[in-house]
């Protein structure tokens, strides 16, 4: 049986997302890090990074590649433990806007998988 999405607030996103994004927009990787469990995955642009070492690794990378803006567009409730959060980003990467949305699952309150697609 499929569910279907459920908008909700930003705001009654579980924690391990809220401090994800705040570490993102903060641009500040040790704070982000430790959303993720120990052998999370990570796919952004067509790359695959799994465990602890590699998502802080690619989270450093990110925060200093390129300059842009975030805006949180919207957050949907997937499925028990899985959520889409929808971001507008501006900056100096190629095409300089982009919407981008961030699939995450759960796995006992953190985050175990996480897609980010246009």
């Known amino acids: 049986m499929t569910q279907n ?4 607030n930003p705001a009654d996103l579980p924690e391990a997302i809220t401090r994800y994004l705040t570490g993102r927009a903060a641009k500040d990787a040790s704070a982000a890090a430790p959303a993720f469990a120990p052998h999370a995955t990570v796919t ?3 790359h695959t990074h799994e465990g602890a070492e590699a ?3 690619w989270l450093g990378q990110t925060d200093t590649e390129y ?3 975030t805006t949180l567009a919207g957050a949907e409730r997937d499925a028990p433990g899985r959520y889409t959060v929808h ?3 501006e900056g100096d990467f190629p095409g ?3 919407d981008l ?3 995450f699952v759960l796995t006992h309150g953190l985050i175990s ?3 980010i697609a246009p």
């Open 5 to 8: 999405p459920t908008s909700i």
């Open 44 to 46: 952004d642009d067509g």
């Open 55 to 57: 998502i802080t690794r």
């Open 67 to 69: 300059t842009y803006t």
């Open 87 to 89: 971001q507008h980003l």
């Open 96 to 98: 300089g806007k982009v």
């Open 101 to 103: 949305h961030c699939r």
């Open 113 to 115: 998988e996480l897609s």
